[in-house]
C-alpha cells in the first residue's frame, strides 16, 4: 500500500534559526495535507496542497507540492517557541489519511 | 467555531475487556474517522465511515473493532476484548461538509491504557 516517509524525525533548533521539513511518497498523490500536532494535543490541519508545483505561504510558513506530486516540503523561517509540536504531512487516499512520521521541532529560546 | 468532541479523555481498561470510544462529529459533515497513535509514533488510520456503513477499513481494523453511528449525533469505537497492544491515542475526526472531503477536523482524543 501506500507509503508517506518524512524526515527529519527530529528537529532542535534556537530560536530566529529556519526549519524544514521533507515529505515522500511512494506513489502520485491527489493532494497533501499537512497538520500540526502541539505535545499532548491533537492533530490539526494546516493547509492542502492540490496542483503539481504549487507553492502556499502562511506567514513565516512555506509549503511546497513537488512537480511529480510524490513529495512535499515544509518550510518556517524564525522560528519562534510557539512552533514547537510534531509536524506531520499526510497523502490523501480517497479521503482516507495516510500520515508520515511526522517531524518534531523544538525551539530553544 | 464547530469542532469534534471525543468522550472520555482517558480510559483504563484491564485486558480482555470491552470499551467504547465515542465522537461526536461536527454536525454537517458527513464523513467519520478512526485513527490512532501510539506513543511517539505516527497516526494511523483505522477506518471510515459514510452513508451509515464503513467505507475503508485498514489491516488494524480486526475483528476486534467495530463502529458504529447509534443515532445522528454520536460515532463510536467498539474493541471487543481489549490488548495491551491496545494502549494508544484515539482520535476521531469528520469532514465533508455538503459532500466535499476537504481538511479532516480532528477531536481531543481518547488515552486508551490497557492493564
Known amino acids: 500500500g501506500q507509503q508517506v516517509m518524512q524526515i527529519p524525525q527530529y528537529q532542535h533548533v534556537q530560536e530566529g534559526e529556519d526549519f524544514t521539513t521533507y515529505c515522500n511518497s511512494s506513489?502520485?498523490?491527489?493532494?497533501i495535507q499537512w497538520y500540526k500536532q502541539r505535545p499532548g494535543g491533537h492533530p490539526v490541519f494546516l493547509i492542502q496542497?492540490?496542483?503539481?508545483?504549487e507553492v502556499k505561504k502562511q506567514k513565516r510558513l512555506t509549503f511546497q507540492f513537488g512537480e511529480a506530486k510524490k513529495n512535499s516540503s515544509l518550510h518556517i523561517t524564525a522560528t519562534q517557541t510557539t512552533d514547537v509540536g510534531t509536524y506531520f504531512c499526510?497523502?490523501?487516499?480517497?479521503?482516507?489519511?495516510?500520515f508520515g512520521q511526522g517531524t518534531e521541532l523544538s525551539v530553544k529560546p | 467555531e464547530p469542532e469534534v468532541t471525543q468522550t472520555p479523555s482517558h480510559q483504563v481498561t484491564q485486558m480482555g475487556q470491552e470499551v467504547i470510544l465515542r465522537c461526536v462529529p461536527i454536525?454537517?459533515?458527513?464523513?467519520f474517522y478512526w485513527y490512532r497513535q501510539i506513543l511517539g509514533q505516527k497516526v494511523e488510520f483505522l477506518v471510515s465511515f459514510y452513508n451509515n456503513e464503513i467505507s475503508e477499513k485498514s489491516e488494524i481494523f480486526d475483528d476486534q473493532f467495530s463502529v458504529e453511528r447509534p443515532d445522528g449525533s454520536n460515532f463510536t469505537l467498539k474493541i471487543r476484548s481489549t490488548k495491551l497492544e491496545d494502549s494508544a491515542m484515539y482520535f476521531c475526526a469528520s469532514n465533508g461538509p455538503g459532500g466535499r472531503r476537504t481538511e479532516a477536523f480532528f477531536g481531543q482524543g481518547t488515552r486508551l491504557t490497557v492493564v
Open positions: 499526510a497523502g490523501d487516499q480517497g479521503g482516507k489519511l495516510i
Open positions: 454536525s454537517n459533515h458527513l464523513y
Open positions: 506513489t502520485t498523490l491527489s493532494n
Open positions: 496542497l492540490v496542483k503539481s508545483g
